[in-house]
């Protein structure tokens, strides 16, 4: 198979390089193009993914370019991992909205928002180039918010666009061995959106159980130790998770807890996206030095990455550090071979990866992605692109029926719901009145007159979004 992707020189393409070198099944990825418009970024990936595959014989082979239509030609897959604006971006999304005394992270709140705005409409012209240029080809979308971005992308592509998110993958994992379960064979009632999801159950075999299948996650609220001794149960307490009865997706932290978060992220000596910034430009100057062992840096840079991720949430909870556990690779790079071998017709492989979440019943994989809702959940329309587990076969996925959302849940969803298609008519029309509406209707934004002025303040960032006008 022949992979493209594109943000080729972003900084977690290794992990999907790795994902590929480890892939040795009949069907396996031999070609990967790497498309990026930044050639500098390009050839620094390009010599880490080279030192990945020394003494590899049968590793897929590279090659990068900056030209668009000529990186999609032949390709059987399209990784879409971009990022309009790049870190420099996000910093700004974030420091504009905490101006306003709102959260600004980068798929949640106002700076999602802004995210959105920027990405949408280059996430369009991809769509439509891919449609002309490979229209047999499935599009995998890593970009962010990817909820958002792939129902963008899907008016163009159809079911040819499929979003993935490896957070719930992590989450059902971290539960699974809390429980004691096998995490590659347990079922897991997952139901939202994109960073708006919970887990509802946690489904084992047991013959002597109705449908031979038993939920073992009630008994994770019944125990104070279980439930305080991993991520989820750190970040959001005991006393939380047993008053709603299921586990949220770590980022629903946001809004649990948003005036704390606020708090934290405004004392902080830098947000998030200034900390990457930083850093990453210190490891492609690093990279720019001939010398410079490409592997051990990248390495290097990956393990601090983590290691920080989400650090602001977990000091307001009091969580600590992360555990060794959920610093291990296994997220995104493969769920995303764990679908392309299942669309490909090596269902049976793709659930030998393990780390995938990927659950192997009979034919088929199963995967927790962003599709069509279709009748899944009755509170959205067909159209509206939710995340729950799916069956993937090579007809692509199909979503599997899940619990019906609670009344909070549902309002929440509904909310968030609104506000991307006020993102999605904002970059159609070039609406300004539009995006103000999708500021003003987000949970995490409290006021109409706030959402003028973080419209006027993302303007005055980022020049690109001087497309909304009207």
């Known amino acids: 198979m022949r992979l493209t992707v594109l943000g080729g020189g972003g900084f977690r393409v290794p992990l999907v390089y790795g994902a590929l070198l480890r892939d040795h099944a009949a069907g396996r990825v031999t070609r990967i193009t790497l498309h990026d418009v930044d050639r500098a970024r390009l050839t620094a990936v390009a010599r880490v993914l080279a030192d990945q595959a020394a003494g590899v014989p049968d590793a897929p082979e590279v090659r990068s370019t900056t030209d668009l239509d000529d990186a999609l030609r032949g390709a059987d897959f399209v990784f879409s991992a971009i990022r309009v604006g ?15 005394g709102v959260l600004g992270q980068e798929t949640v ?29 499935w599009v995998i979308n890593f970009t962010n918010p990817a909820g958002l971005v792939t ?12 979003g993935i998110c490896d957070s719930p993958v992590g989450l059902g994992r971290r539960v699974a061995r809390t429980l004691g379960a096998d995490p590659d064979r347990a079922r897991l009632d997952y139901v939202g959106l994109n960073h708006l999801g919970w887990l509802r159950g946690l489904y084992v075999t047991d013959e002597r159980a109705p449908g031979g299948e038993r939920d073992v996650l009630p008994a994770l609220f019944d125990d104070e130790g279980l439930l305080t001794s991993f991520e989820e149960g750190k970040l959001f307490g005991a006393e939380w998770l047993r008053t709603i009865r299921s586990v949220p997706n770590e980022y629903l932290h946001y809004y ?4 704390e978060t606020v708090a934290a992220y405004r004392q902080a000596g830098q947000t998030r996206g200034a900390f990457l910034h930083e850093q990453q430009a210190r490891f492609y100057d690093e990279m720019a030095r001939p010398a410079t062992p490409a592997w051990q840096a990248w390495d290097r840079t990956r393990a601090e990455r983590e290691a920080t991720y989400m650090a602001e949430n977990r000091e307001t909870a009091g969580a600590g550090e992360r ?29 030998e990866e393990g780390g995938a979440g990927a659950t192997r019943r009979g034919e088929g994989t199963t995967l927790i992605l962003n599709v069509p809702n279709g009748s899944t959940l009755d509170v959205l329309d ?52 539009a995006a103000v509406q999708a500021f003003a209707l987000h949970p995490l934004v409290d006021s109409v007159n706030v959402a003028r002025r973080l419209l006027d303040g993302y303007r005055e960032a980022h020049p690109g979004l001087g497309y909304l006008r009207r």
């Open 323 to 351: 555990a060794p556990d959920d610093l291990e690779s296994g997220g995104y790079e493969q769920v995303a071979l764990a679908l392309m071998r299942a669309i490909a017709g090596g269902s049976a492989a793709a659930g």
């Open 151 to 162: 129902e963008a992308m899907a008016a163009h592509l159809g079911g040819r666009v499929i």
């Open 256 to 259: 649990y807890f948003n005036r």
């Open 382 to 433: 067909p159209e509206a692109v939710i995340e729950v587990p799916c069956r993937v076969d090579g007809n692509g996925p199909r979503p599997l029926p899940v619990s019906r959302l609670t009344g909070h849940e549902a309002g929440l969803v509904t909310a968030v719901k609104a506000v991307e298609r006020c993102v999605l008519e904002a970059a159609e029309s070039g609406s300004a009145r």
């Open 109 to 137: 709140g106002a700076g999602g928002i802004a995210y959105g705005l920027r990405t949408v409409p280059v996430a369009v012209d991809i769509a439509r180039r891919v449609a002309r240029i490979a229209p047999d080809a």
């Open 86 to 100: 790049g870190l420099a971006g996000r910093a700004a999304d974030e420091r504009v909205a905490l101006d306003q």
